[in-house]
């Protein structure tokens, strides 16, 4: 029996809380030791501070508590004995061990899985044949009642053979050949207890039913083999691919097998469907014969652009294989004007009309053209830049790509085979987020497919997957890797040009089921290299049952700690840091957390697509939010239905009850199945579409999609030859420290892992001091060592990342490890950092210091990503707020007391998707209030609310530059590519922590937000109730929060304004521009506001502020905002009329107008902009924003 005080493999920092929780000087509790396999850890608590000695096995398996040189070693053969020993006072240790600290009952979760029905065993074998009791004589009825005399028991039965001949006696046999039914009486009566010996014997083989089966597919193995050669004939006619001179090799005809007529019937089939292809293909192109076969034919869409003030309709034909974009007038008129690859400059998304789309095109004269669009909606918009997109990688002259298209899917199949055709899933249609039709042909670099309760072999499922994907784009894909966990399974394919690519394969699996033995639950990973890029999946199967949720945590624990992925040398880190981007998949079984009465209640609110309200009850979310699981994850808006329990051949009907013998059992509908991701900070990916399919009914599960667009680095060769001289590289640490939560008193070192190092570099140890709270700063000066970089190159350099842990001195033991992105603003500079630390999915403290970067001569190029980007639809004064540098959190803010002016925001931006946010490219977003001290880049991101407007990767919130839209006039898309790479320094989301303080202090209560319908998915008519601010805290949420702002007479150290953009700013009026407006009660306002934030009034605002107030234009700071400007409003341009819903019944307040100093910067000298950021303002192309107020919306 294990002893109380040994806790087995708990985590340090669960180790630390029990002990704490005790508050007893000599409490004591032994882990297994982190660093060190078959060792230990002995924890003693004293003086409220936990003391951690090593204990380890010498080579006969005695132990000994590791102690200081010269100190005498004492050797036990058991752990009992050593514990008994240390109870002893003045033996060592800094107090006598006392009082242990016992075990606490764990759900095992042994009741058996509901879903399941025999799920607590392995894949099982066919049944055996059995006779029903009906066929069998009266004698053998009444055996199994006496077993006083087995063998009589087995007499009386009939044997397998006479069984069989019964069976075959009663089946219609007329429509079988008399000579095959024959061969099959043969077989049961003398050679099948021949095949019965083989069996037992240990052996797989059955030769005598092989040559049963191959007597009987004699005459069809000679008619397939006839009928290949033609058809293999007809497909090299129509392949496009093939020279007229080349001749098929000769058949060489085979024996009628089992494996040979499976592989012939494989191939016809697929020869079938490929001829089908083929011939359409052929019909679409033409007979000319391209250098290679046309995947993507040519798609046209229809658009709206203005020419001299008067609406028109044209057609954009892309040609992806062409490399052109033609303009013409209508879909049978010649061409207009044409535009190749090389000319198309940039695409940029409106981010207020969610369906207008900017071309920046160059001219033959290399003058650039703006082209406005304005596509059908917002799906159209987003497959034509994929297409764009695509054309662009497909004819970029890099021999390498610098981004590629991943497609995760997972399905709990419900231990049923699936239907014939499943394409629907990898062409990401149904409900949700899905793709738009002119996408359809564009084929992903990566497929992964995670199945849960899969009843299929591998071999089987391989080939339904590979020729499922042959049928949407006449690809084969190359198997990277399979693997399979019972019933649990993950399949990796990726395109064959991609085989090179690909490299450091490796696989994992992890069981959770009962007692973490059986593998009913669990996990299966893959991982790899893509050039310099490597790529984790994750497939889990977590614990069922509602009541479970604490269950499923432990099991997503378990996973993250004992998975083996990725690159042995990150031994020190879980898989959640050994990835550049690790992605999530599975039936992760967390459920909507209501009473079963409400099940009509939850079906109704399905009907009405009111999802918003069933969120708010999801066990993941809410973990999610109070930090218990999936730690710096992120996942898409859901906007589909809840995926189980429907029942099965129908997706109208949920089956939310099941009778036991326990009696009845209640599985509300819940998203049960689930696509997260986390990647490194400032790293490009973007989810572009997370639903799940309406057609494929076979299981109680629909399968879920996403696709993602990630970005990637090639295997970098440096410009310069060996033995070049030129300036090393060199990464230095300044004034770094970590703060930890922990009551441990050891030293502690760095440890410095990164690709770009030879190896990793440890660091002296850092002194420590008392925190506040109780947590400990370890501080490190200036003594951290300098690193070396294998290659200089900012190319290569930028791209890079650190990771950081920090360890103790007595133990070896992590005590949490981050993740510094290199990609700075400035090199030779020194530069703030910031990341949070975390240890076993727990957050365990933060680091912060500075970072000066040193690299060779050279610049980064534009990436392939960066050209599709999104306009922030917003014009203001000339100075632009460059972002919070990468990294300091330390900003020295003015007190709330005193309301500074607020510096102008940027002019119109462009903001390349992957930059959006607060990062080290872009430009400040927002400002924040004096108790909104802003983190560095953390990934501390709060979860999507779907109530509060589209997510991530969607189409972005509500622009500063005008309030809110009402749900019932004006729509979002999520189709649009949104804000995506991880910001390093002050992601939105954590703006709103103190530094010293992950959750604020409790502050009142948001007014209710604003829902958003979108017109992909149907309407969202209900509200959730309002969360404090702290669980709102988010992206969206910081955006819509009205911030007083900073004194920009403060020299902050994070706060960097280039030396151009001061001088542009010198040029400016010196009028300071005005805050984003709030999204929860949004403020139109003029130029020239100054705003103010009354002391004992939260910036959130209270219910009066529901509706648009137009603050004064005076630029004295006003404590309460006057009602509306008597300015005379602007006349929107036609176009902008055209997107806009009309208004509702009832007065529509004036509209403010710009200060005349921004309109006359407005029009000011054009700039060469390809290079930069910012867009030249030109009133015929971009239109006056004005701002609108919600009751002119409705």
């Known amino acids: ?209 092989k040559k049963l089966t191959a007597l009987l597919c004699k005459e069809l193995y000679g008619e397939v083999i006839r009928t290949l050669p033609t058809l293999e004939s007809l497909q090299r006619l129509f392949d496009q691919q093939l020279s007229p001179g080349l001749r098929p090799r000769p058949q060489v005809p085979g024996e009628a097998s089992p494996i040979n007529m499976v592989a012939k019937l494989s191939q016809l089939t697929s020869l079938l469907s490929s001829i089908e292809d083929k011939v359409k293909a052929l019909l679409h192109e033409g007979p000319e014969s391209p250098h290679r076969r046309s995947l993507i034919p040519p798609v046209t869409f229809e658009v709206k652009a203005e020419s001299l003030g008067i609406p028109q309709k044209l057609q954009l034909k892309v040609d992806v294989e062409s490399g052109k974009l033609i303009i013409k007038k209508s879909k049978d008129s010649s061409e207009d004007k044409f535009y190749t690859h090389k000319k198309i400059l940039q695409l940029i998304k409106s981010q207020k009309f969610l369906n207008k789309l900017v071309i920046l095109v160059e001219t033959e004269k290399e003058k650039t053209l703006r082209k406005e669009y304005v596509f059908a909606d917002s799906k159209k918009r987003e497959g034509f830049c994929q297409l764009l997109q695509q054309m662009k990688n497909k004819h ?69 997957l590979k020729h499922s994907l042959q049928e949407i784009t006449s690809m084969t894909f190359k198997t990277i890797a399979i693997h399979t966990l019972w019933n649990i399974r993950i399949v990796v394919l990726a395109k064959p040009e991609h085989e090179n690519r690909i490299s450091h394969i490796c696989t994992d699996n992890v069981k959770t089921g009962i007692a973490n033995t059986l593998g009913n639950k669990g996990a299966v990973g893959v991982s790899f290299m893509f050039n310099g890029t490597s790529l984790g999946f994750v497939n889990s199967h977590l614990t069922s049952g509602s009541e479970k949720k604490l269950r499923r945590n432990q099991n997503y624990m378990n996973i993250l700690r004992f998975l083996a992925l990725g690159d042995k040398k990150l031994s020190s880190f879980n898989i959640t840091h050994r990835f550049t981007h690790l992605f999530w998949l599975g039936d992760l079984n967390y459920r909507v957390e209501l009473p079963t009465w409400e099940a009509e209640t939850i079906i109704q609110k399905i009907k009405q697509q009111q999802y918003a309200d069933l969120l708010s ?181 930028l791209d890079q990342h650190i990771l950081i842990s920090i360890k103790s001195s007595d133990s070896d033991e992590s005590y949490g490890e981050g993740c510094i992105a290199l990609r700075l603003e400035a090199t030779e500079t020194q530069l703030p950092i910031y990341t949070p630390l975390t240890h076993h999915g727990e957050m365990t403290g933060h680091f912060r210091g500075n970072i000066k970067l040193q690299t060779s001569q050279g610049k980064m190029r534009e990436k392939l990503y960066d050209f599709v980007k999104t306009e922030r639809d917003e014009s203001s004064g000339p100075k632009s707020l460059k972002s919070l540098t990468s990294h300091d959190p330390m900003k020295q803010w003015e007190p709330a007391n005193r309301v500074p002016p607020c510096s102008s925001s940027g002019i119109t931006e462009i903001i390349n998707p992957s930059y959006m946010g607060v990062g080290a490219f872009g430009h400040l977003k927002q400002t924040l ?137 010198s040029k400016g009026t010196g009028k300071p521009a005005p805050p984003p407006a709030p999204f929860l009660s949004p403020t139109p306002r003029v130029r020239s506001f100054t705003c103010s934030t009354p002391e004992g009034r939260p910036p959130g605002g209270d219910k009066s502020q529901g509706k648009p107030k137009a603050p004064a234009g005076s630029q004295v700071p006003v404590p309460v905002p006057v009602p509306v400007p008597v300015k005379r409003p602007i006349k929107p341009s036609r176009s902008e009329l055209s997107q806009q819903p009309l208004p509702a019944q009832g007065q529509r307040p004036p509209l403010p107008v710009k200060s005349p100093a921004v309109l006359h910067l407005q029009h000011s000298k054009g700039r060469d902009y390809r290079d930069n950021a910012e867009l030249p303002h030109h009133a015929k192309h971009r239109p006056e924003d004005a701002p609108l107020s919600r009751t002119a919306m409705q």
């Open 396 to 464: 970029s002259e890099q021999p390498e790509p610098d981004m590629i298209t991943i497609f995760i899917g997972t399905w709990n199949m419900g231990n049923a085979p699936p239907p014939k055709k499943i394409t629907s899933w990898f062409l990401s249609k149904g409900q949700g987020k899905t793709r738009d039709d002119s996408a359809d042909y564009i084929p992903h670099d990566i497929y992964v497919i995670g199945t849960q309760e899969d009843p299929l072999g591998e071999k089987e499922w391989l080939e339904i």
């Open 617 to 797: 009850h999801d066990q993941l979310l809410m973990e999610r939010k109070e930090q218990k699981v999936f730690l710096h994850f992120e996942e898409e808006e859901i906007t589909f239905a809840p995926t189980y329990r429907f029942e099965r051949m129908t997706r109208d009907k949920y089956a939310y009850t099941k009778q036991k013998a326990t009696g009845m059992k209640y599985n509300l509908p819940s998203w049960c199945d689930r696509v997260l991701w986390k990647s490194y900070p400032l790293v490009h990916v973007v989810c572009q579409s997370y639903g799940s399919t309406s057609d494929i009914m076979t299981s109680d599960h629909s399968p879920v999609f996403a696709t993602f667009e990630a970005g990637v680095t090639s295997q970098f060769v440096s410009k310069n030859g060996p033995g070049t001289t030129d300036s090393q590289g060199q990464i230095e640490f300044l004034g770094c420290y970590a703060t930890l939560k922990t009551k441990s008193q050891t030293k502690f070192y760095l440890e410095f892992h990164s690709s770009c190092l030879e190896s990793f570099v440890k660091s002296q140890e850092g002194e420590n001091e008392e925190g506040s709270e109780g947590e400990l700063v370890v501080k490190f000066g200036e003594t951290l060592p300098k690193l070396k970089p294998i290659i200089s190159d900012p190319e290569y350099l």
């Open 929 to 1065: 209030s004096p108790d909104q001290q802003p983190t560095a880049w953390s990934y501390d991101q709060p979860l999507k609310d779907s109530a509060l407007g589209p997510g991530r990767g969607e189409s972005p919130p509500t622009p500063p530059s005008q309030p809110p839209i009402s749900p019932k006039k004006f729509t979002s898309s999520t189709a649009t590519r949104g804000p995506c790479l991880r910001t390093q320094e002050s992601r939105p989301g954590d703006a709103a922590k103190s530094v010293g303080e992950p959750l604020p202090p409790e502050e009142p209560q948001l007014t209710k937000p604003e829902m958003f319908e979108n017109p992909l998915y149907g309407s969202v008519s209900a509200f959730p109730k309002p969360a404090p601010r702290k669980e709102q805290e988010s992206p969206k949420m910081l955006r819509k929060e009205p911030p007083p702002c900073p004194d920009l007479g403060i020299v902050s150290p994070s706060i960097l304004l280039s030396k151009a953009q001061e001088a542009e700013g």
């Open 1 to 209: 029996m294990v002893p109380c005080w040994n806790h087995g493999n708990i985590t340090r920092s669960k180790a630390e809380e029990l002990l704490s929780r005790t508050g007893k000087d000599g409490s004591f509790l032994v882990r297994a030791s982190e660093s060190i396999s078959r060792a230990y850890a002995l924890c003693v608590l004293y003086r409220n501070c936990v003391y951690t000695y090593r204990i380890l096995p010498n080579e006969d398996d005695k132990f000994t508590v590791q102690a200081s040189e010269g100190v005498p070693m004492r050797f036990f053969t058991k752990l009992d004995q050593l514990i008994e020993f240390y109870k002893k006072e003045n033996m060592g240790l800094v107090t006598h061990l006392q009082y242990p600290v016992p075990l606490e009952e764990e759900d095992t979760g042994d009741e058996p899985e509901e879903e399941t029905e025999g799920a607590l065993s392995p894949p099982e074998l066919p049944p055996r044949n059995i006779v029903p009791l009906s066929a069998v004589p009266c004698e053998a009825k009444e055996a199994p009642a006496s077993m006083e005399n087995p063998r009589a028991a087995e007499v009386g039965r009939p044997s397998l053979s006479e069984t069989l001949f019964q069976r075959l006696q009663t089946m219609d046999t007329s429509g079988i050949p008399e000579e095959h039914l024959k061969a099959i009486q043969d077989y049961l009566s003398t050679q099948l207890s021949l095949d019965s010996d083989f069996v037992k014997s240990g052996s797989s083989s059955l030769p005598h039913l």
